[in-house]
């Protein structure tokens, strides 16, 4: 389920978890609402925020050359595509893994459940091969 502080899911222990990949701390109301999620103060969760933002971790990807397809919207403000999407590709292009990583920006898309998400053609492109050479012997 999405908010404003990005996806929540439920965790091993049945806690929730929030993706705070994109949550900007700079609105204290956000800090003080998810803190609470990871039984972090809101100084101790500001403080320690790149520990839960996926997008720091991107580089042992890259260096374990996966390959991966993104599809973002350009007025996503929830999970921007600037600290988030073009970070993660340029992370792997720096890695050397540049040619591992499509990024596919929809125009006018913001962060929802727009169908073209799903239909975007390097996304099925994507997914039909790694299908195709998980099925090869």
Request: charged share 25%; net charge negative; aromatic share 8%.
């Amino acid at each position: 389920m999405g908010n404003q502080l990005g996806y929540r899911s439920s965790g091993a222990s049945g806690r929730d978890h929030w993706d705070l990949s994109g949550v900007r701390f700079s609105n204290l109301s956000r800090v003080k609402n998810a803190a609470p999620a990871y039984e972090l103060t809101p100084v101790e969760l500001e403080a320690r925020a790149g520990e839960f933002n996926p997008i720091e971790r991107v580089s042992i990807l890259a260096k374990s050359r996966i390959p991966v397809v993104l599809v973002h919207g350009d007025t996503d403000t929830v999970v921007p595509l600037l600290e988030n999407s073009s970070r993660f590709v340029q992370i792997y292009e720096d890695a050397g893994s540049g040619a591992l990583v499509r990024l596919t920006v929809l125009e006018n898309q913001g962060h929802n459940l727009f169908e073209g998400f799903f239909q975007a053609r390097e996304l099925v492109e994507f997914a039909i091969d790694r299908a195709r050479s998980a099925a090869s012997p």
